[in-house]
């Protein structure tokens, strides 16, 4: 009887302890610190990857491609699996890839290491291949590929320097519009995380989360991506003949002051990493500065006409030379004294014509006008490292400095804000920034305009007009380039000449100049303007014989392309002499 | 008399026989359920549980593999896709349709005429495209990446 009960005791004893036990052990997960143990677990069997987002594209005015990203993979392999098979497996994927053999064998037997990259970049469709060729000879184990997402740039070298690249390494953009737009175009990395067993093995409908990437915006630029393909033949072509050290030539659409197309050489192959050099990533129409030379005359001519000083027919009594502080200025045709209009002065690009009408006006006006013009300022067309140019205030201004700048030396610029100046002559008087970029679309389908910045009057619409007239001079068949008109056409243009400095002793090398030419088409109702600019040409070169056809030849494209109708009209004849 | 027929007396000494209890119907015996059929159905609830799971475990596990399947073919059709993309956009290029246009004889236009719709007049000097003028087509001509002052 007792021993029944003893036992019966002992059991509950036994029962009671482990439920205490038990009841502890609860409290103390549950209830002391729930979350502590929860995530534990969780991670310890959880896999987490990142899903990373896709860059957006860099799209040309029509909405092709500039810039665009590829799904492409990496070619991994753990050398401690594939060190048995490396030459075997190495000779397929030399085979397959652009793949070093021997390169391929040390990495797939290097000893240190657990995961060693065999390829990158690899479109998906060759890795997929090279997959299945690894199953068929039954040596893929230990390869394996991972997500490794590639930029491509269709065009190759088209507008390569304008568009930029990405890092490699951290995907960034790193310049150009890559680099300037990064923020835009890099979306936001998501992740993904599954239940999976201890071993990594992916649990079949066990909890899974995902945080789905947010891809980067599409950034639409203003470019032409055929003009600017035609460009960047034509102006290497120009390059290569004049063996010029670099060239920039930009086209805009004045109506909206949409830059189509803006090449720029050196350059390099964004398909081709080999080809980038520190002068080929140059954006040089913002980054470059250099004195523009005679192209400057009809800004200082806008302002004179602006201030009431000049009209196409003022007429200028020209020495054959002017010393100022002790400089000897002259012209760049030998001559005695002569009598031009200030249309023959910009006709015939007289320095001293232009120095004897800018005296008319005091330092300080003079210096207010260039500001307008907005010399020593940046466009902000939203390249990065954009630079300001030299323009020294007035009052630090000697009387040959006021001399020079009139005509484009002492002062200098970007390509890009000499566009800009002339533009606005060709606008009637009014300024406006040029623009790259009109539009970010963003992946869930909205987008977000560029506004244009705040237009400004810099000089009044009758002044533009008569630096037009004065313009249209020159395509004269008595102006400095006969040779650039387009038949049926009028075009207003000036040519520039300029002294070069050299960078590293900041003087001017004798023989060496930067040549240009700018104009606008068609001069009575102006829809393009473009600038041509090369420097160092060996042998000197000229503004009109070496610059002026590549603009020719670039301004008849954007004409015919955009359908601008020839009007068949004649140029006023302005009398260039008196 | 009276006596002799009335009650009956008490303690008579001998044993009187208990009372009988009345007779009742003795409910008709319900037939004992069969045990078989009981057995019989938590067997089959048992078994048709167990083949169900059965089944729905390998009707998950066929959809498991079925979602590998079309995962699998949609990432190879994903990269087939990319390839045929990639092959358009470089065909699609101003370089390369200049070129092929540049190989069936084609030369760019430096001179056209323009239509004018309201008046409907001639615009221009129309001039016939010769291959002299091939050398504004771009086509020729070095490559950009291979002019300039390259540093």
Not at chain 1, 405 to 415: E, L, N
Not at chain 1, 500 to 523: C, K, L
Request: glycine fraction near 8%; charge should be neutral.
């Amino acid at each position: 009887m007792s021993a029944h009960r003893n036992r019966a005791r002992f059991c509950f004893v036994v029962v009671a302890t482990l439920l205490l036990v038990f009841a502890g052990r609860l409290i103390q997960i549950q209830g002391v610190d729930p979350n502590a143990y929860a995530a534990k677990a969780l991670a310890a069997s959880t896999e987490l990857t990142v899903l990373h987002a896709d860059r957006g594209q860099i799209l040309d005015r029509d909405g092709e491609p500039l810039a665009t990203s590829m799904d492409a993979r990496a070619i991994i392999a753990d050398p401690k699996q594939t060190a048995e098979n490396a030459p075997a497996i190495a000779r397929i994927l030399a085979s397959e890839l652009d793949v070093d053999y021997f390169d391929a064998v040390d990495k797939l037997r290097r000893e240190d290491s657990r995961f060693v990259y065999v390829a990158r970049e690899v479109p998906s469709y060759q890795a997929d291949r090279v997959l299945a060729k690894l199953s068929e000879a039954d040596i893929r184990t230990g390869v394996d590929t991972e997500r490794d997402a590639v930029r491509t740039y269709p065009g190759g070298t088209l507008g390569a320097t304008l568009i930029g690249l990405v890092s490699g390494e951290t995907g960034k953009g790193t310049s150009g519009l890559e680099g300037a737009f990064d923020d835009e175009l890099s979306g936001v990395d998501g992740e993904a995380s599954y239940g999976a067993t201890v071993k990594g093995v992916r649990i079949p409908l066990a909890r899974q989360t995902t945080k789905e990437p947010v891809p980067g915006a599409d950034v639409v630029t203003t470019i032409d991506r055929d003009l600017q393909w035609y460009a960047d033949k034509r102006l290497a072509a120009a390059v290569r003949k004049s063996r010029s050290d670099w060239g920039v030539a930009v086209t805009v659409d004045l109506q909206t002051m949409q830059v189509l197309q803006l090449s720029q050489l050196p350059t390099f192959d964004a398909q081709d990493r080999s080809t980038v050099t520190p002068a080929a990533m140059n954006n040089r129409a913002v980054q470059n500065v250099y004195e523009p030379g005679s192209v400057q005359k009809v800004v200082t001519m806008a302002a004179l006409a602006d201030a009431g000083l000049v009209t196409p027919t003022t007429r200028v009594k020209i020495p054959s030379e002017l010393t100022l502080d002790g400089f000897t200025i002259s012209d760049w045709w030998d001559h005695g004294r002569l009598r031009l209009t200030a249309a023959g002065v910009i006709a015939k690009s007289s320095n001293l014509g232009t120095i004897a009408l800018a005296q008319q006006m005091d330092d300080d006006t003079f210096h207010d006008y260039l500001s307008k013009f907005g010399f020593g300022q940046q466009t902000g067309v939203g390249l990065s490292s954009e630079s300001r140019g030299i323009l020294s205030p007035a009052d630090r201004w000697s009387a040959a400095q006021k001399a020079t700048i009139s005509f484009g030396q002492g002062i200098s610029v970007t390509a890009l804000q000499e566009v800009a100046a002339v533009a606005a002559i060709a606008n009637g008087g009014r300024y406006e920034a040029p623009r790259l970029v009109t539009e970010v679309r963003q992946a869930d389908g909205t987008t977000e305009q560029v506004e244009p910045a705040a237009t400004r009057e810099v000089v009044s619409p009758e002044a533009a007009k008569m630096v037009t007239t004065m313009m249209e001079s020159v395509t004269d068949p008595d102006g400095s380039a006969y040779g650039v008109r387009i038949p049926g056409y009028r075009i207003a243009g000036k040519t520039g000449t300029a002294w070069r400095v050299n960078p590293d002793t900041g003087r001017y090398v004798r023989g060496e100049n930067t040549v240009s030419f700018i104009g606008f088409a068609p001069a009575e109702k102006p829809r393009f303007l473009t600038y041509v600019v090369l420097d160092n040409p060996r042998g000197g070169g000229s503004g009109s014989g070496t610059a002026g056809p590549v603009f020719r030849d670039i301004m008849q494209q954007s004409l015919q392309r955009y359908g601008i109708a020839p009007s068949g009209a004649r140029a006023p004849r302005t009398p260039l002499e008196w | 008399m009276s006596i002799a027929h009335g009650t009956p007396r008490r303690a008579t000494g001998r044993p009187q026989p208990s009372p009988r209890t009345p007779l009742r119907a003795v409910p008709a015996r319900r037939p004992r359920t069969p045990r078989a059929p009981f057995v019989l159905l938590v067997v089959t609830v048992l078994a048709g549980g167990l083949v169900g799971l059965l089944l729905l475990n390998t009707s998950m596990q066929n959809g498991a593999f079925e979602l590998a399947e079309l995962e699998k073919k949609a990432q190879e059709l994903q990269s087939r896709h990319a390839e045929l993309a990639l092959e358009v956009e470089q065909r699609s290029t101003p370089e390369a349709v200049a070129e092929r246009a540049a190989a069936l004889g084609m030369v760019p236009n430096t001179n056209p005429a323009f239509l004018r719709l309201p008046d409907g007049k001639i615009v221009g000097d129309p001039e016939p495209a010769t291959r002299d003028s091939e050398a504004v087509s771009g086509v020729d001509g070095p490559s950009p990446v291979t002019v300039g002052d390259r540093g």
